[in-house]
């Protein structure tokens, strides 16, 4: 949860206090009383959701590309110098399951990488004993060991936290909006009652209510309030192993607005003049993903995920 959302639950913590300092006087009305608890209800899950949303992702997310670089390149190298000793005892065997280029690891993809540095790993480890005097150490072994797992399991792991970090998401989105129909349309309503028999009372609920930030968006025709922009949000994902992509350009075609996907894979328009619009993903390697007639609906936000494909 973040940006807008953050804002929200700051004025809903204010409106909070001003329910629990003025209790005596608000609490009377049962209407205004079930109206706040159930505000307070929805709030505290807002704030689990939110939590777990974050613990989903969370900076565990590995840097696959530089993993498989170091990866690629420990085992090329140990690759080549097992092949050296492959050619003194004359194993053409192990001379092919091993000598291969860092430009050949380069060119496959992902899971094919992975599984030719575990056939580098075992015919090394199975030779260790012969490769020591040709420089490769245990240490060495290890770290390639390491990286594999790292890259595998890892993997793995960030498949299921993306998919959970969605589902939180989804699920945070609906009870923001769950919230501020209860606040708008219930809450607000009520509390009217106290607008004149109480107006200092009021006051400071106004004031509460009126907490969040005002951010003006610019427009062909001029500024435009919140109340007239909306959030798009969504993540950017490769479509083969489902991981994050960070440093993706999302453009939102014919108009100013652009920016980039960060280090979970996400990217957020604040406030965007409520409208439709045409969605354009790109990052080198990557074909470009695009999605049109995307709606923006004023003071609420709008998902928008993207899965991209590797360029032949």
């Known amino acids: ?105 380069n060119q496959k993809r992902d899971e094919e990488v992975a599984e030719l540095c575990k056939i580098v790993y075992e015919k090394v480890d199975a030779n260790k004993l012969n490769l020591v005097n040709y420089g490769i150490t245990q240490t060495m072994i290890d770290s390639l060991q390491g990286n594999i797992s790292s890259y595998s399991g890892g993997t793995q792991s960030n498949k299921l936290d993306i998919k959970k970090r969605k589902v939180y998401t989804d699920d945070v989105s609906k009870f923001v909006g769950q919230l501020r129909q209860l606040v708008d349309n219930k809450l607000d309503k009520v509390m009217m009652i106290f607008q004149f028999t109480h107006p200092s009372d009021y006051k400071l609920y106004e004031e509460a209510r009126n907490s969040m930030p005002k951010r003006h968006v610019k427009k062909s025709n001029g500024e435009i309030t919140d109340e007239e922009a909306g959030i798009l949000t969504g993540m950017v994902t490769d479509k083969a192993d489902e991981i994050p992509i960070a440093g993706a350009t999302v453009k939102l075609t014919g108009t100013g607005y652009q920016t980039e996907t960060d280090s979970d894979g996400e990217y957020t328009f604040d406030s965007l003049p409520a409208g439709t619009y045409t969605i354009e993903v790109t990052l080198l390697d990557y074909q470009t993903a695009t999605l049109t007639n995307q709606a923006v609906v004023a003071g609420d936000e709008t998902v928008a995920d993207f899965e991209m494909v590797k360029a032949i």
Request: glycine content about 4%.
């Open 1 to 105: 949860m973040k940006n807008r959302n953050e804002d929200y639950l700051s004025m809903l913590n204010l409106t909070e206090k001003v329910w629990v300092d003025k209790q005596s006087i608000f609490g009377n009305i049962i209407a205004v009383k079930d109206a706040f608890n159930e505000m307070i209800v929805l709030k505290l899950a807002l704030i689990e959701l939110s939590v777990k949303q974050s613990e989903a992702i969370g900076g565990k997310i590995i840097n696959k590309k530089v993993l498989r670089k170091e990866m690629s390149e420990l085992s090329a190298q140990m690759g080549q110098i097992t092949a050296a000793y492959a050619y003194t005892i004359e194993n053409e065997d192990l001379i092919k399951a091993v000598n291969f280029p860092i430009s050949y690891y």
